[in-house]
């Protein structure tokens, strides 16, 4: 469990990154983080491994205070995937890159080459085993970001910007791993732009704005809220939009509902 | 009939150390002004089309080179990059990886000034481009201190500046957030729009895109495997078996399309909302 309380945090600029934050994530939840470039995401993030210390509140990950430890600790407990894979790969191979934390967790072999197996199959990576990471496509190097860090194992994982560079085949597998490793009992925590990706597969949805959280809850809720959306300077799903022009009473962000009520207003159900 | 400004034929190629053909017997024409939105799988050839419209490939990759490409009456195998960098303009998905100059101005003056213009053309030249693009104000910064959206909007003022004729975008929006992706593809469509420039775009996120193009051309393992209007492309059965992220538009116009028996091509929410609110009895 994550507990977030009355955090935060400023770089030293005179604006609060982080204005008093309160969030509660409880074990295996799958939650997407969304709002505008410099809501504060990628701060708040940081805080769940120890990058960042709360310069005011508290940070407990699964019972620890994370100003009470080291980042060493809390890795093993939370992994962060960046949003720019150059800025995390550095190996020769794919698979170097891949058998790295493993190996500075001090992991047996056997078990280090199963796991490095699983995450060649699991990411579709296994082509590209004893390439450099370096000469790999964008989406390609992001898949292999993503599984240096599922690879070790963490209870929770934290994913900044995973599908940038992805297309729309190479997502739904990444929603079906994330929401695999979900139901194996993973907290996953998902900072995105990808309003779609969100509104398609994560139940529940945090808003920032300006160092604030300005919305909390199920996602179908949240994102056909046309003030929050607009607060956040946010891009609303396209149904949700639709919903809108359609005036729509209860807006939604599934086609299946969407269709029902087109259908409605066809057979003259509605002004 | 009009002169291609852009003639690709029987264009195959390979990496050096691949053993696998990235592009596979491509044929591609583009008109003076047209706007193309390309998209695709990822691995489908997208990047390594774009590489060959600026010489790139083969003159900086090497490699296994068949057919011809053409741009502006030049051939990119025979003709020296900085020639082509004045017709063609290339724009990548990261734009902290093009720029390097201290301020906004100084990288966008770059490109003229390597040509050895006189300095009263290259000023003309950086502030036309900066006022296009919309970043005027921006000139004295660096372009470290910008956000992901001005970055590009700096790179593509930097390519606008060498008067390209030809635009080709690699996923130019892969890492901004939509605002900012938005702002650039809107962009792209004045720029098409007003001042003639030959567009030709790769995008994932064809919600936001597919309206503005003219034309929209899919590859799939090398090949091109479909040309024509977004309409066309975008709801024919083949595309959507290959995987392509279709609009939630275009999927719930689809499914209505088989619950009324009636053939509808939507691209965007306001298209379809006004046919449902003009068609409500």
Request: net charge negative; with cysteine.
């Amino acid at each position: 469990m994550i507990s977030i309380e009355g955090v935060t945090y400023s770089y030293g600029d005179g604006i609060n990154a982080l204005d008093g934050i309160d969030l509660e994530v409880k074990n295996s939840e799958l939650l997407a983080i969304v709002g505008e470039n410099g809501a504060g995401k990628t701060t708040l993030v940081k805080h769940l491994n120890g990058l960042l210390k709360p310069q005011r509140g508290r940070v407990m990950v699964e019972g620890i205070d994370t100003k009470e430890t080291t980042v060493a600790t809390l890795a093993k407990k939370v992994g962060l995937v960046f949003q720019n894979p150059d800025h995390m790969l550095f190996a020769e191979t794919v698979e170097k890159e891949l058998s790295f934390a493993l190996t500075n967790f001090g992991l047996p072999p056997e078990e280090i080459a199963k796991r490095v197996e699983w995450a060649l199959i699991e990411f579709r990576l296994s082509n590209y085993r004893d390439r450099s990471p370096f000469t790999l496509s964008g989406g390609e190097k992001k898949r292999v970001s993503l599984a240096s860090v599922l690879c070790y194992d963490p209870q929770i994982i934290v994913l900044d910007e995973p599908t940038t560079g992805q297309d729309s085949l190479q997502k739904t597998r990444l929603a079906s791993t994330l929401t695999k490793l979900n139901r194996q009992g993973k907290t996953v925590v998902v900072v995105t732009h990808d309003i779609e990706f969100v509104a398609d597969f994560i139940p529940r949805v945090v808003v920032m704005s300006r160092g604030k959280i300005i919305a909390d809850g199920p996602t179908e809720e949240i994102l056909v809220r046309k003030d929050v959306m607009e607060a956040s300077s946010i891009l609303p799903p396209q149904l949700a939009e639709l919903s809108w022009k359609l005036g729509l009473e209860s807006p939604s962000i599934k086609a299946e509902i969407i269709i029902e009520e087109i259908k409605q207003m066809l057979r003259g159900g509605q002004k | 009939m009009v002169l291609a400004i852009i003639e690709v034929e029987g264009l195959c190629y390979t990496y050096p150390d691949s053993g696998t053909p990235s592009l596979i017997d491509v044929n591609f024409k583009a008109e003076p002004g047209e706007f193309v939105l390309i998209t695709g799988p990822s691995g489908c050839g997208k990047t390594t089309f774009c590489r060959a419209l600026n010489g790139l490939i083969p003159n900086s990759y090497g490699g296994d080179f068949k057919g011809k490409v053409v741009v502006d009456g030049l051939s990119t195998s025979s003709t020296p990059v900085y020639e082509l960098a004045q017709r063609v303009g290339l724009v990548f998905q990261n734009p902290e990886n093009e720029l390097f100059c201290t301020t906004v101005e100084r990288e966008v003056a770059f490109g003229p000034e390597n040509l050895a213009l006189p300095i009263e053309e290259i000023a003309m030249r950086v502030e036309e481009a900066l006022e296009i693009v919309g970043i005027s104000h921006l000139k004295e910064k660096s372009p470290e201190e910008l956000s992901g959206g001005e970055q590009q909007k700096v790179a593509i003022a930097a390519l606008l500046a060498m008067k390209p004729k030809v635009l080709v975008l690699d996923e130019p929006t892969a890492n901004l957030d939509p605002l900012s992706a938005k702002s650039v593809l809107e962009l792209m469509h004045r720029l098409n729009q007003k001042n003639g420039v030959t567009v030709i775009l790769v995008e994932h996120r064809l919600e936001m895109v597919s309206h503005l193009v003219d034309r929209c051309v899919v590859f799939e393992g090398g090949r091109i495997v479909a040309d024509g209007s977004p309409r066309e492309v975008l709801y024919s059965d083949m595309v959507s078996e290959l995987g392509v992220g279709l609009p939630k538009v275009v999927q719930v116009s689809k499914r209505l399309s088989g619950i009324i028996g009636e053939p509808l091509r939507f691209l965007t929410s306001d298209e379809l909302a006004s046919y449902v609110r003009g068609k409500v009895p």
